[in-house]
């Protein structure tokens, strides 16, 4: 799968064997280098190889069972990453439609440090 320049071009890139319920996950430069650091990934004719695996990146996302990811994307014109996941709790995808944000919400315990993640939210344009 190529790395598309725009969220528009992710549409495209689903695959039409795989109908499903996907989503993005908007991650900004300031957050991404708590999950990927700079060494965990390299870029090779326009195209992000990583080191490390889709579930180690889940882990750190600290995402549901029932949630893959199917994806890893950086839109240079926004300066934003764009993780794409698929999980039956997301809304049915539709051939064509933009696919729906998925908003993560953690908290951080004050005494132990330990963040939880307390809610997903998909949004819908």
């Known amino acids: 799968m190529s790395t598309p320049s725009s969220t528009d071009e992710l549409l495209i890139d689903i695959p039409q064997a795989e109908p499903?319920?996907?989503g993005i996950i908007p991650v900004s430069t300031m957050i991404m280098p708590h999950i990927l650091t700079l060494d965990s990934y390299r870029v090779?004719?326009?195209?992000?190889?990583?080191n490390v695996s889709f579930e180690e990146i889940h882990e750190k996302l600290l995402l549901p069972e029932g949630y893959t990811i199917t994806g890893v994307f950086f839109d240079a014109e926004r300066a934003l990453w764009f993780i794409m996941v698929r999980s039956e709790e997301l809304p049915a995808t539709?051939?064509?439609?933009?696919?729906?944000?998925?908003?993560?919400?953690y908290t951080k315990d004050v005494d132990s440090g330990i963040v939880t993640l307390t809610k997903l939210e998909?949004?819908?344009v």
């Open 20 to 22: 499903g319920n996907f």
């Open 44 to 50: 090779e004719h326009g195209r992000m190889i990583f």
């Open 94 to 105: 539709l051939e064509g439609a933009m696919l729906p944000k998925v908003i993560p919400t």
């Open 122 to 124: 998909a949004q819908t």
